[in-house]
């Protein structure tokens, strides 16, 4: 407890560090996904070679991919974008499938019925099948944010500052409460994160709070068989 | 007026589902096109507001040939009602049935004043308005979805099933809201149903359909049961079963019985109004 | 692209493959790493998971360990026991074997809950016990999700291995941090290509399973 007393500002500035390396990442994949994963669900020939690729990029560990991106980008491997870069691409690996899916779980019926009203089609995509499929973005896009800001940490092992530095200081310098420290921080920022998310969610997809279904008091004639 | 002329729908894989359709559905009256599933009959009222493309043939709206216009406001201006609503999830009640004034562009406010009329006039309570459709029971997002095919004033309301999914109690109601409103409103209604007794309860002119949409017989309730055209009609509202052929009960009293000698209800003395 | 070419004649150099610390060792670690982690994991997690998904019971509890397992930083775990245990194979094995546990175990209930809960009631009905339900039924039902979870433990593995040489394990790792410490990047270029061709094995091989483990009648034609 003393050590975290004594470096409280080296902390909080290893946690700026962190946020600033995780949340581009987030919101890119989260962007990125939407064109990409509507053409995989869309464009039959493409579907099956987009989610391979997800599912391939996903499978290579994270540090080694922190090693290659360089390699392809020309960035260094100490910099904060070759971080941010690599992060995007896993948090599309797991966007992509998880907007495919979203989009075509949407009711088909509930396309017809745009469809019949007289809905245009790019207006017909933002206004009804975006929000409709929200739910399932927002459950793909909240593990992309908690895993995203635990692979953050394995730049420190490079040299690249973010609450991962708590692990290899604490380590080299024999430190037990700094890596604890940052196992509890790194924890805690991704719990708040999700429960930020879930509350965004709560805000913009008014219609999928529980309470909403509760309040259905059928007629006595209404009442399904 | 509707009109359709030598009308075809064939799908790329070669399923003819509407084979030389011709018919009228006239101004202010209801038409029901009624026909077991696959007939073509649902195939016929998506092509009027053109979500389905006729194959050939000609379709028209007062003179005017609807493949010769715009789809998208082509829609906005024909009402559609759908079996199990299709209502927006995402919606209040008050913007799924403003959706196509909203989308024309109408204010909200006015959009919303104008909502809630129809709220009213479907028998819906206001303070329903600001609930999403998951909230509400079958019978309630039906009538949201028939005020929403209204919300526009269009001329012409197209109906798919549009109470297929509900309970027969809350369909009978329906059924008696959609003839009130009609007799206020003289909209040209096309309805699309199995039930026979559907059929009779709302058409004034009735379409019997065979497959492919082929035209059994045409014409009001009354002139169907007098004179089935053939035994495919006879068979399909019951009359070759003995459903529809009712007999005084030979116990007397003023009971009718049907062919199976059931009693299905008793004999007025005053003729019908 | 030098680069890249300079860690291809890292790789084919004779003398970086063979010997205690060459790649045909390191890269035999790695695999030996994450295949024992593996079984480790799967000797718990399956048959908790085929309990769990059998009975429903403990079900809350297996889904929040999986999601609380995502926001577990690994290499905090691998520090932490490295600094707790000391240098040697123990520290690693246990960060290896609790990074895997989750995965398996959502597998594996996953898999049993998704069997067709008709098909299920059907066997029930057919006069089959609890325990041929759970293995003529749910399990080859289940089989290629259950595999799936130990796909994504077996990367998790592969992945945590490389980490592990950070506080003293062997593996491919090794030549990662020792490029990184002397500045070499073709080196540690040349071992992240080993250990991403072997993820890469490792996924398509088990992506195969998955298929083959998948009962004739489910398999979709695409």
Redesign the interface.
Same mark, same amino acid.
């Given at each position: 407890m003393r050590w975290i007393g004594d470096n409280l500002d080296v902390i909080g500035g290893h946690l700026v560090s962190h946020l600033l390396l995780a949340v581009p990442p987030i919101v890119a994949s989260f962007l990125l996904a939407l064109p990409v994963g509507w053409l995989a669900g869309r464009v039959r020939w493409l579907r099956a070679p987009l989610l391979s690729a997800a599912g391939l990029l996903y499978a290579i560990p994270s540090l080694p991919l922190f090693v290659v991106l360089p390699l392809v980008i020309g960035t260094g491997v100490r910099d904060a974008t070759n971080i941010i870069v690599a992060l995007t691409l896993y948090g599309l690996a797991l966007m992509v499938p998880a907007t495919a899916d979203a989009l075509r779980s949407v009711d088909p019926r509930v396309v017809d019925a745009a469809d019949a009203l007289g809905y245009g089609g790019v207006r017909r995509f933002l206004t009804v099948e975006l929000p409709v499929a929200g739910p399932t973005l927002l459950a793909g896009l909240r593990v992309v944010a908690v895993s995203t800001i635990s692979l953050v940490t394995v730049g420190a092992v490079l040299g690249v500052p973010s609450l991962g530095m708590l692990f290899t200081d604490g380590f080299q310098r024999n430190i037990m409460p700094s890596i604890l420290a940052g196992i509890v921080l790194t924890i805690a920022l991704a719990l708040v994160v999700d429960a930020l998310l879930v509350a965004l969610g709560r805000l913009v997809l008014p219609w999928t709070r529980p309470a909403a279904a509760a309040v259905v008091a059928p007629t006595q004639a209404e009442v399904a068989p | 007026m509707i009109e359709f002329t030598c009308v075809t729908k064939q799908y790329p894989d070669g399923t003819v589902a509407v084979d030389d359709f011709s018919g009228q559905f006239p101004p202010h009256q209801t038409t029901v096109l009624l026909g077991s599933s696959g007939c073509g009959k649902t195939t016929i009222l998506r092509m009027v507001?053109r #979500?389905v493309e006729a194959s050939s043939g000609t379709i028209t709206i007062d003179g005017e040939n609807i493949a010769q216009r715009d =789809?998208? *406001? @082509? +829609? &906005?201006s024909i009402g559609?009602v #759908?079996q199990?609503a299709? $209502? $927006? *999830?995402? &919606? +209040?009640v008050i913007d799924n049935i403003a959706? =196509?004034p909203l $989308?024309n562009g109408t204010p909200k406010a006015e959009a919303h004043a104008r909502a809630e009329e129809l709220m009213d006039l479907v028998g819906l309570d206001r303070s329903m308005a600001r &609930?999403?459709?998951? %909230? $509400?029971?079958?019978? %309630?997002q039906q009538r949201v979805g028939v005020a +929403?095919g209204l919300a526009a004033d269009p001329n012409i309301l197209l109906m798919d099933e549009p109470f297929g999914a =509900?309970?027969p @109690?809350?369909r009978r109601?329906l059924q008696a809201e959609l003839r009130r409103i009609q007799s206020e409103l003289g909209k040209t209604i096309v309805f699309v149903t199995h039930d026979v007794e559907e059929a009779f309860t709302l058409g004034d002119q009735i379409i019997i359909l065979a497959n492919g949409g082929q035209v059994a017989q045409r014409g009001t309730s009354e002139e169907i049961l007098a004179h089935p055209a053939n035994d495919f009609v006879a068979g399909f509202i019951g009359l070759a079963q003995g459903e529809r052929t009712l007999h005084r009960s030979p116990d007397g009293g003023g009971v009718l019985v049907d062919g199976h000698g059931r009693a299905v209800g008793v004999l007025a003395e005053e003729p019908a109004p | 692209m030098n680069y890249l070419l300079d860690a291809f004649a890292w790789i084919a150099d004779p003398a970086h493959q063979a010997g205690p610390n060459g790649i045909w060792a390191r890269l035999g670690e790695h695999l030996g790493y994450s295949v024992v982690g593996v079984l480790l994991a799967c000797l718990v997690a399956v048959p908790a998971g085929l309990w769990v998904g059998h009975t429903g019971r403990g079900r809350g509890l297996a889904v929040g360990l999986a999601s609380a397992a995502r926001a577990l930083p690994t290499l905090g775990l691998v520090t932490l026991l490295g600094l707790l245990l000391g240098i040697g194979l123990v520290g690693p094995m246990i960060a290896f074997v609790a990074l895997a546990l989750p995965s398996i175990l959502a597998g594996t209930y996953a898999g049993v809950e998704a069997a067709d809960r008709v098909a299920v009631d059907g066997a029930r009905a057919a006069g089959m016990t609890e325990w041929q339900v759970l293995t003529r039924v749910e399990l080859p039902l289940g089989m290629p999700l259950l595999i799936g979870g130990i796909r994504s433990a077996f990367l998790q593995v592969v992945a945590t291995a490389t980490l592990a040489a950070y506080v003293g394990a062997g593996g491919l790792g090794r030549f990662l941090f020792l490029g990184l410490r002397t500045q070499d990047y073709p080196q540690m270029l040349a071992a992240s290509l080993l250990v991403v061709g072997l993820a890469l094995v490792a996924d398509i091989a088990f992506g195969l399973l998955q298929r083959f483990a998948t009962p004739a009648g489910l398999r979709t034609t695409r």
């Amino acid at each position: 407890m003393r050590w975290i007393g004594d470096n409280l500002d080296v902390i909080g500035g290893h946690l700026v560090s962190h946020l600033l390396l995780a949340v581009p990442p987030i919101v890119a994949s989260f962007l990125l996904a939407l064109p990409v994963g509507w053409l995989a669900g869309r464009v039959r020939w493409l579907r099956a070679p987009l989610l391979s690729a997800a599912g391939l990029l996903y499978a290579i560990p994270s540090l080694p991919l922190f090693v290659v991106l360089p390699l392809v980008i020309g960035t260094g491997v100490r910099d904060a974008t070759n971080i941010i870069v690599a992060l995007t691409l896993y948090g599309l690996a797991l966007m992509v499938p998880a907007t495919a899916d979203a989009l075509r779980s949407v009711d088909p019926r509930v396309v017809d019925a745009a469809d019949a009203l007289g809905y245009g089609g790019v207006r017909r995509f933002l206004t009804v099948e975006l929000p409709v499929a929200g739910p399932t973005l927002l459950a793909g896009l909240r593990v992309v944010a908690v895993s995203t800001i635990s692979l953050v940490t394995v730049g420190a092992v490079l040299g690249v500052p973010s609450l991962g530095m708590l692990f290899t200081d604490g380590f080299q310098r024999n430190i037990m409460p700094s890596i604890l420290a940052g196992i509890v921080l790194t924890i805690a920022l991704a719990l708040v994160v999700d429960a930020l998310l879930v509350a965004l969610g709560r805000l913009v997809l008014p219609w999928t709070r529980p309470a909403a279904a509760a309040v259905v008091a059928p007629t006595q004639a209404e009442v399904a068989p | 007026m509707i009109e359709f002329t030598c009308v075809t729908k064939q799908y790329p894989d070669g399923t003819v589902a509407v084979d030389d359709f011709s018919g009228q559905f006239p101004p202010h009256q209801t038409t029901v096109l009624l026909g077991s599933s696959g007939c073509g009959k649902t195939t016929i009222l998506r092509m009027v507001n053109r #979500m389905v493309e006729a194959s050939s043939g000609t379709i028209t709206i007062d003179g005017e040939n609807i493949a010769q216009r715009d =789809v998208v *406001p @082509l +829609r &906005r201006s024909i009402g559609y009602v #759908m079996q199990n609503a299709g $209502l $927006l *999830p995402h &919606r +209040r009640v008050i913007d799924n049935i403003a959706t =196509v004034p909203l $989308l024309n562009g109408t204010p909200k406010a006015e959009a919303h004043a104008r909502a809630e009329e129809l709220m009213d006039l479907v028998g819906l309570d206001r303070s329903m308005a600001r &609930r999403y459709p998951n %909230q $509400l029971s079958g019978g %309630q997002q039906q009538r949201v979805g028939v005020a +929403r095919g209204l919300a526009a004033d269009p001329n012409i309301l197209l109906m798919d099933e549009p109470f297929g999914a =509900v309970d027969p @109690l809350v369909r009978r109601d329906l059924q008696a809201e959609l003839r009130r409103i009609q007799s206020e409103l003289g909209k040209t209604i096309v309805f699309v149903t199995h039930d026979v007794e559907e059929a009779f309860t709302l058409g004034d002119q009735i379409i019997i359909l065979a497959n492919g949409g082929q035209v059994a017989q045409r014409g009001t309730s009354e002139e169907i049961l007098a004179h089935p055209a053939n035994d495919f009609v006879a068979g399909f509202i019951g009359l070759a079963q003995g459903e529809r052929t009712l007999h005084r009960s030979p116990d007397g009293g003023g009971v009718l019985v049907d062919g199976h000698g059931r009693a299905v209800g008793v004999l007025a003395e005053e003729p019908a109004p | 692209m030098n680069y890249l070419l300079d860690a291809f004649a890292w790789i084919a150099d004779p003398a970086h493959q063979a010997g205690p610390n060459g790649i045909w060792a390191r890269l035999g670690e790695h695999l030996g790493y994450s295949v024992v982690g593996v079984l480790l994991a799967c000797l718990v997690a399956v048959p908790a998971g085929l309990w769990v998904g059998h009975t429903g019971r403990g079900r809350g509890l297996a889904v929040g360990l999986a999601s609380a397992a995502r926001a577990l930083p690994t290499l905090g775990l691998v520090t932490l026991l490295g600094l707790l245990l000391g240098i040697g194979l123990v520290g690693p094995m246990i960060a290896f074997v609790a990074l895997a546990l989750p995965s398996i175990l959502a597998g594996t209930y996953a898999g049993v809950e998704a069997a067709d809960r008709v098909a299920v009631d059907g066997a029930r009905a057919a006069g089959m016990t609890e325990w041929q339900v759970l293995t003529r039924v749910e399990l080859p039902l289940g089989m290629p999700l259950l595999i799936g979870g130990i796909r994504s433990a077996f990367l998790q593995v592969v992945a945590t291995a490389t980490l592990a040489a950070y506080v003293g394990a062997g593996g491919l790792g090794r030549f990662l941090f020792l490029g990184l410490r002397t500045q070499d990047y073709p080196q540690m270029l040349a071992a992240s290509l080993l250990v991403v061709g072997l993820a890469l094995v490792a996924d398509i091989a088990f992506g195969l399973l998955q298929r083959f483990a998948t009962p004739a009648g489910l398999r979709t034609t695409r």
